[in-house]
């Protein structure tokens, strides 16, 4: 299983995930011209795509869904909640899924899991080929048990590392989208996202991304070390997912 990031933050979000013949497209929060262009940076073409999975409906991960969707016919899985928040011309091509139960699309395993975050049904999950699991989790507020158990010896993570608190606080956001944006229902800061990493087991794990971090209110040089210590590794072993670039084709291997 291979996967890669097309670019990550409040500007856009969209991330690959790749096994077999079989490739998803997790969000698409750039136009559908951006989000071609950003594949074939990766050396991928969008007609191999084989479905888009959709997190949530807020702009920085639905933007170029529907156009990307209709011009490839791709098939476009999401909750109720969140289908219910897609336009209209998409209907034919959603796939409804319980954010409770694992479906496949062909050769990749989908584990959805509910994450407290202010949408109508938004999910995060563990995508699994069998043999290795990758946790995908942005966009909420807080942790759960339940995701705590969901991503408990994954082999990969790509972590939301939103925000310093202290970067926020003092940064020129106004009251009430600092309050958005740390409050249980917003994005996870530095500190709760190392917490989980410290209270999950990590014993499997390949690969470590931070994600979605807020170009305003935090730097990789704040994120880097804190997860460093939470996991006990090398600062140059913790990986960082750019608003502009991504990052590149990563991939899980057998030892
Ligand atoms: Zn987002
Ligand atoms: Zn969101």
Redesign the pocket.
């Known amino acids: 299983m291979r996967f890669a990031s097309l670019g990550s933050g409040?500007r856009g979000?969209a991330t690959i995930i790749s096994h077999g013949k079989t490739t998803v497209l997790v969000d698409c929060?750039f136009s559908a011209r951006e989000t071609e262009k950003r594949l074939q940076r990766i050396a991928f073409d969008a007609s191999e795509l084989s479905a888009i999975v959709v997190t949530h409906e807020?702009a920085?991960?639905i933007n170029g869904v529907r156009v990307l969707a209709r011009k490839y016919q791709l098939p476009v899985y999401a909750t109720a909640g969140t289908a219910g928040c897609l336009t209209a011309d998409v209907f034919d091509l959603i796939h409804e899924f319980s954010c409770h139960e694992t479906f496949s699309i062909a050769d990749i395993e989908v584990t959805p899991f509910p994450v407290p975050h202010d949408a109508r049904e938004p999910s995060q999950f563990v995508f699994s080929n069998g043999l290795h699991r990758l946790g995908l989790l942005?966009?909420l507020g807080m942790t759960t048990p339940v995701i705590e158990q969901a991503l408990t010896l994954c082999d990969a993570l790509l972590l939301e590392a939103n925000h310093d608190m202290t970067m926020l606080d003092s940064g020129d956001y106004p009251d009430h989208l600092k309050y958005r944006v740390s409050g249980r229902l917003g994005h996870l800061n530095n500190v709760q996202s190392a917490k989980l990493l410290e209270k999950i087991d990590t014993s499997r794990l390949q690969h470590i991304v931070a994600m979605?971090l807020s170009e305003k209110n935090n730097s990789p040089n704040i994120v880097a070390p804190l997860f460093a210590e939470a996991l006990n590794c090398e600062q140059s072993w913790i990986g960082l997912a750019e608003q502009e670039t991504g990052f590149d084709w990563r991939e899980l291997t057998t030892s």
Do not use: E, I, R
């Open positions: 409040s979000n929060g807020h920085d991960h942005t966009d979605h």
